[in-house]
């Protein structure tokens, strides 16, 4: 074996990042406090690279490297873009909010550049092994950024909670691998599917490592009933983190279910299929009637959360290129709307005031006009209303599930969303119709509003125009999974 | 002779776990800690991976758990507080343990698991298992290999950024400003009405003169 026969170069995106941020966090101890625009600035830079070398290493058919560890297909290629944007615009969002709340610091900048690349790790691996490296790379990041606050009760006790739940869902996906590799006698995504289609390996050990994989899956999405841990967190982690959680990991959680139920599992999917039915029912119908109940705007979107991965399961267990392509437009779409809105929460917020309560945003239409016009799309796209991008995403997901035949989790996946369009649009009621109770002021540079106003617009243009992007990404699942 | 060595070690290894949770005294609990990552080695060595299992005892027993020895002497943690709870969700959790565990041994031991006992390859006199743990991890395993050192880096930069707190009243020197003083920032020069000439010769105490002195420098 030699050098070039681990085909290195195709994983230069993630090689990059990785040294970046290394060479970032050494940067960072020379850049006093009151310079640390030069580690935000350093930071979007290695961003901006990192997606140029994604744009400029896109080929449609997939490339394997390190000993078959690695792939570039276009799935993990596109799904790395849309990381890679999710978390500029966290750092782009987060810039005064974590300033005012003493967190503005280099390792804020270290551990998300980390968790994305966890996440790009995720998206990429086709072993096993690998699979969970990249995911202990993200979560491990992820529990540090919620603690990161640590004067904060809130922000500790969470970082608590998804450090405990998270470590059992990693327990319990790490027992159904050696399940699998027990099986199968491999820990290659491509060499499990193979082996279990040609009829191969264990089927009674695979299925019994298949239900600890889809429990700990779920555990990692957040859907019922494993979501325990989504409220929590979302609620008490700083708003900044809440956005790098319910961003751009959705994708890293989309990339990784395909290499694990739609490559490696895939001669099971009649099995999973059942189990998704369960989880995707139950996720739609807690977190959207809960969400109805909460006061907060944190823990709504967590709710709202719950209800769209049900959404993302839906398209998944079709099982089929068009399920999958749904299922990642819905991912990709979802990680633009979740940004524009925590990106919206942390604009109201200023030094010593969350904006976290529901009743914190009456009257946000008449203050300001435009920001609120901006919270009405995001709003709208995240209840499906037509127009919008979110409305697309729900389409493309139903259509699959019809085609299917499933005429009855279409209708009860409808109906759930006509519930959930209910919190929504009390959001633009209150903003809208009601008196304010509190003086509403933005904080945030001029350069954060205008990237959040495009990325509201962004939701409004990909609804007028959605077959592009659909067309790509279905491309994309067509190209990248028979190998 | 295995099978039998592998049911001792087993037997100690289930009983020492089993202590580590019901052991009154933490120091107890971490010394039998000690013990079921030693049983975990024999086990690993009677599958002839000879490597992993000295490094486990080094890592673990030898580094590890001498590190944790000590913090569970130095803290003062009240664990009987701790445990409140223990004894009152042990019977629940013994439910839930033993359906579980029933659960798994009737999947597992029906027929269509086909789960049998495989012997171990031989391996050639000169084999030599640290060299091909070294091979494999340079090669097939390059990329895991990597990320889990930048998983390690990560919890390091973790483990700082979550615990580093420069303390209020921690004095120390900086050597800069130090260099950059000026007389004006030491030194103050009050003027002192000179006093009248006594009339009498009446000393003044030694205290205040001192008092004085400290004063004007």
Same mark, same amino acid.
């Given at each position: 074996?030699?050098?070039?026969?681990?085909?290195?170069?195709?994983?230069?995106?993630?090689?990059?990042?990785?040294?970046?941020?290394?060479?970032?966090?050494?940067?960072?101890?020379?850049?006093?406090?009151?310079?640390?625009?030069?580690?935000?600035?350093?930071?979007?830079?290695?961003?901006?690279?990192?997606?140029?070398?994604?744009?400029?290493?896109?080929?449609?058919?997939?490339?394997?490297?390190?000993?078959?560890?690695?792939?570039?297909?276009?799935?993990?290629?596109?799904?790395?873009?849309?990381?890679?944007?999710?978390?500029?615009?966290?750092?782009?969002?987060?810039?005064?909010?974590?300033?005012?709340?003493?967190?503005?610091?280099?390792?804020?900048?270290?551990?998300?550049?980390?968790?994305?690349?966890?996440?790009?790790?995720?998206?990429?691996?086709?072993?096993?092994?690998?699979?969970?490296?990249?995911?202990?790379?993200?979560?491990?990041?992820?529990?540090?950024?919620?603690?990161?606050?640590?004067?904060?009760?809130?922000?500790?006790?969470?970082?608590?909670?998804?450090?405990?739940?998270?470590?059992?869902?990693?327990?319990?996906?790490?027992?159904?691998?050696?399940?699998?590799?027990?099986?199968?006698?491999?820990?290659?995504?491509?060499?499990?599917?193979?082996?279990?289609?040609?009829?191969?390996?264990?089927?009674?050990?695979?299925?019994?490592?298949?239900?600890?994989?889809?429990?700990?899956?779920?555990?990692?999405?957040?859907?019922?009933?494993?979501?325990?841990?989504?409220?929590?967190?979302?609620?008490?982690?700083?708003?900044?983190?809440?956005?790098?959680? $319910?961003?751009?990991? %959705? &994708? +890293?959680?989309?990339?990784?279910?395909?290499? #694990?139920?739609?490559?490696? *599992?895939?001669? =099971? /999917?009649?099995?999973?299929?059942?189990?998704?039915?369960?989880?995707?029912?139950?996720?739609?119908?807690?977190?959207?009637?809960?969400?109805?109940?909460?006061?907060?705007?944190?823990?709504?979107?967590?709710?709202?959360?719950?209800?769209?991965?049900?959404?993302?399961?839906?398209?998944?267990?079709?099982?089929?290129?068009?399920?999958?392509?749904?299922?990642?437009?819905?991912?990709?779409?979802?990680?633009?709307?979740?940004?524009?809105?925590?990106?919206?929460?942390?604009?109201?917020?200023?030094?010593?005031?969350?904006?976290?309560?529901?009743?914190?945003?009456?009257?946000?239409?008449?203050?300001?006009?435009?920001?609120?016009?901006?919270?009405?799309?995001?709003?709208?796209?995240?209840?499906?209303?037509?127009?919008?991008? $979110?409305?697309?995403? %729900? &389409? +493309?997901?139903?259509?699959?599930?019809?085609? #299917?035949?499933?005429?009855? *989790?279409?209708? =009860? /996946?409808?109906?759930?969303?006509?519930?959930?369009?209910?919190?929504?649009?009390?959001?633009?009621?209150?903003?809208?119709?009601?008196?304010?109770?509190?003086?509403?002021?933005?904080?945030?540079?001029?350069?954060?509003?205008?990237?959040?106003?495009?990325?509201?617009?962004?939701?409004?243009?990909?609804?007028?125009?959605?077959?592009?992007?659909?067309?790509?990404?279905?491309?994309?699942?067509?190209?990248?999974?028979?190998? | 002779?295995?099978?039998?060595?592998?049911?001792?070690?087993?037997?100690?290894?289930?009983?020492?776990?089993?202590?580590?949770?019901?052991?009154?005294?933490?120091?107890?609990?971490?010394?039998?800690?000690?013990?079921?990552?030693?049983?975990?080695?024999?086990?690993?060595?009677?599958?002839?991976?000879?490597?992993?299992?000295?490094?486990?005892?080094?890592?673990?027993?030898?580094?590890?758990?001498?590190?944790?020895?000590?913090?569970?002497?130095?803290?003062?943690?009240?664990?009987?507080?701790?445990?409140?709870?223990?004894?009152?969700?042990?019977?629940?959790?013994?439910?839930?343990?033993?359906?579980?565990?029933?659960?798994?041994?009737?999947?597992?031991?029906?027929?269509?698991?086909?789960?049998?006992?495989?012997?171990?390859?031989?391996?050639?006199?000169?084999?030599?298992?640290?060299?091909?743990?070294?091979?494999?991890?340079?090669?097939?395993?390059?990329?895991?290999?990597?990320?889990?050192?930048?998983?390690?880096?990560?919890?390091?930069?973790?483990?700082?950024?979550?615990?580093?707190?420069?303390?209020?009243?921690?004095?120390?020197?900086?050597?800069?400003?130090?260099?950059?003083?000026?007389?004006?920032?030491?030194?103050?020069?009050?003027?002192?009405?000179?006093?009248?000439?006594?009339?009498?010769?009446?000393?003044?105490?030694?205290?205040?003169?001192?008092?004085?002195?400290?004063?004007?420098?």
């Amino acid at each position: 074996m030699t050098w070039t026969s681990l085909n290195a170069g195709i994983a230069l995106p993630e090689i990059f990042l990785l040294c970046a941020t290394c060479a970032l966090l050494l940067i960072d101890l020379f850049v006093s406090d009151a310079r640390r625009g030069v580690t935000h600035a350093l930071a979007l830079v290695t961003l901006a690279i990192t997606g140029v070398l994604l744009w400029c290493g896109y080929s449609p058919a997939p490339e394997l490297a390190f000993s078959a560890m690695f792939v570039a297909d276009p799935i993990a290629t596109l799904a790395k873009g849309g990381m890679v944007l999710g978390v500029a615009l966290v750092l782009i969002y987060g810039r005064s909010y974590a300033a005012d709340r003493g967190i503005y610091k280099g390792e804020l900048y270290s551990l998300t550049l980390f968790s994305l690349s966890g996440m790009m790790v995720m998206a990429s691996a086709v072993n096993l092994l690998t699979l969970y490296v990249g995911l202990e790379l993200l979560s491990l990041s992820l529990y540090a950024l919620v603690a990161l606050q640590r004067d904060s009760v809130n922000a500790t006790e969470s970082a608590m909670k998804y450090f405990v739940l998270g470590a059992l869902a990693s327990g319990m996906l790490l027992y159904g691998m050696s399940m699998i590799y027990g099986a199968t006698g491999s820990l290659n995504v491509y060499e499990i599917g193979h082996r279990l289609l040609v009829g191969e390996g264990n089927r009674l050990l695979a299925v019994f490592g298949l239900v600890f994989i889809v429990t700990g899956i779920a555990f990692k999405l957040g859907a019922v009933p494993f979501h325990m841990w989504v409220p929590d967190v979302y609620h008490g982690a700083p708003t900044v983190i809440t956005q790098l959680i $319910g961003s751009a990991p %959705k &994708l +890293a959680a989309f990339a990784f279910i395909i290499r #694990l139920l739609a490559q490696a *599992l895939e001669g =099971f /999917a009649p099995d999973w299929r059942g189990m998704l039915i369960v989880l995707a029912v139950l996720s739609l119908a807690i977190g959207n009637l809960s969400a109805i109940a909460q006061s907060n705007i944190k823990r709504m979107f967590a709710y709202s959360t719950i209800s769209h991965m049900g959404f993302l399961l839906l398209g998944i267990l079709v099982a089929n290129p068009v399920g999958y392509s749904a299922s990642f437009f819905y991912a990709f779409t979802y990680v633009l709307t979740a940004a524009a809105g925590f990106g919206l929460v942390m604009l109201l917020a200023r030094n010593g005031f969350e904006a976290d309560q529901l009743d914190d945003y009456k009257g946000l239409a008449r203050k300001h006009p435009w920001f609120g016009f901006m919270m009405l799309m995001v709003m709208f796209s995240m209840a499906g209303i037509p127009v919008f991008v $979110g409305f697309f995403a %729900k &389409l +493309a997901v139903l259509k699959a599930v019809v085609n #299917l035949g499933m005429v009855w *989790l279409a209708v =009860f /996946a409808v109906m759930m969303s006509l519930i959930g369009a209910f919190y929504y649009l009390r959001v633009v009621k209150l903003m809208y119709f009601d008196e304010p109770v509190n003086d509403i002021t933005l904080s945030g540079g001029l350069g954060a509003k205008i990237v959040l106003s495009l990325n509201c617009l962004a939701l409004l243009v990909m609804g007028l125009f959605p077959n592009y992007l659909l067309s790509m990404l279905n491309d994309a699942v067509v190209f990248s999974l028979p190998l | 002779m295995t099978e039998v060595l592998f049911y001792v070690f087993s037997a100690v290894l289930l009983f020492a776990g089993l202590m580590v949770i019901t052991a009154k005294n933490p120091v107890h609990a971490a010394l039998y800690l000690v013990l079921s990552f030693f049983t975990g080695a024999m086990l690993w060595m009677l599958m002839q991976a000879e490597f992993l299992a000295v490094s486990l005892v080094v890592v673990y027993v030898g580094a590890v758990m001498v590190l944790f020895l000590f913090v569970v002497m130095m803290l003062d943690i009240n664990f009987e507080e701790l445990r409140k709870g223990f004894w009152k969700f042990v019977p629940l959790a013994t439910v839930v343990a033993a359906i579980m565990a029933v659960e798994m041994v009737l999947i597992l031991t029906h027929p269509a698991a086909q789960l049998k006992g495989v012997t171990l390859m031989e391996r050639a006199p000169e084999y030599n298992n640290v060299r091909d743990l070294g091979v494999q991890i340079y090669t097939t395993y390059f990329l895991p290999f990597q990320l889990a050192a930048f998983v390690l880096l990560v919890g390091m930069i973790a483990a700082i950024a979550l615990t580093l707190r420069k303390r209020k009243n921690t004095k120390f020197q900086k050597p800069g400003e130090q260099v950059k003083v000026k007389r004006n920032d030491r030194l103050r020069i009050v003027k002192v009405d000179s006093e009248p000439k006594p009339t009498f010769e009446a000393p003044k105490p030694a205290a205040e003169g001192q008092g004085e002195g400290a004063k004007g420098e």
